[in-house]
């Protein structure tokens, strides 16, 4: 459980979590993840196969839950190599906006990654007001968070 009373929790069976009934809010989400071409078993989603690919090993989902009900999910990339870890969406219940869902789900993959700096750049007004209370300092596609 976190500060902000949401339990975060790691989904390691990505090719499940693609073929559930996800809600409305969570569709954007789902093709990002999905064009991210994720290490997971070749399936079909939305009509579209989507194979297994080695090139993002180190990709991580998070789902924040309030009881049973997921309200969030925050995809991360490990550090590899040459490259920081990198924090690449985030996506919430838009009927908890201010709650702190998005918080939570930063909680969480803080205590899972280590390695510093953390990369991300904003896609929206609301993600910039998120990364800035999170201690991230940057401008443009140049973020961080040390």
């Given at each position: ?9 790691p ?33 079909i989603a ?14 991580r ?27 690449h ?35 929206t ?22």
């Amino acid at each position: 459980m976190t500060d902000s009373g949401f339990k975060v929790e790691p989904i390691d069976d990505l090719a499940a979590w693609m073929r559930c009934d996800l809600p409305d809010w969570a569709m954007n989400f789902v093709w990002y993840t999905a064009a991210r071409n994720l290490h997971v078993e070749p399936i079909i989603a939305f009509g579209q196969p989507f194979e297994r690919s080695e090139r993002y090993p180190g990709m991580r989902l998070l789902a924040a839950k309030d009881g049973d009900a997921v309200v969030g999910y925050l995809l991360y990339e490990e550090a590899h190599g040459l490259f920081a870890p990198h924090l690449h969406i985030v996506a919430r219940d838009p009927a908890r906006r201010g709650g702190r869902v998005g918080d939570a789900l930063w909680e969480g993959m803080l205590s899972r990654v280590s390695a510093r700096p953390i990369e991300a750049w904003p896609e929206t007004p609301d993600g910039e007001r998120a990364m800035k209370r999170w201690g991230f300092t940057g401008a443009g596609m140049d973020w961080e968070y040390k």
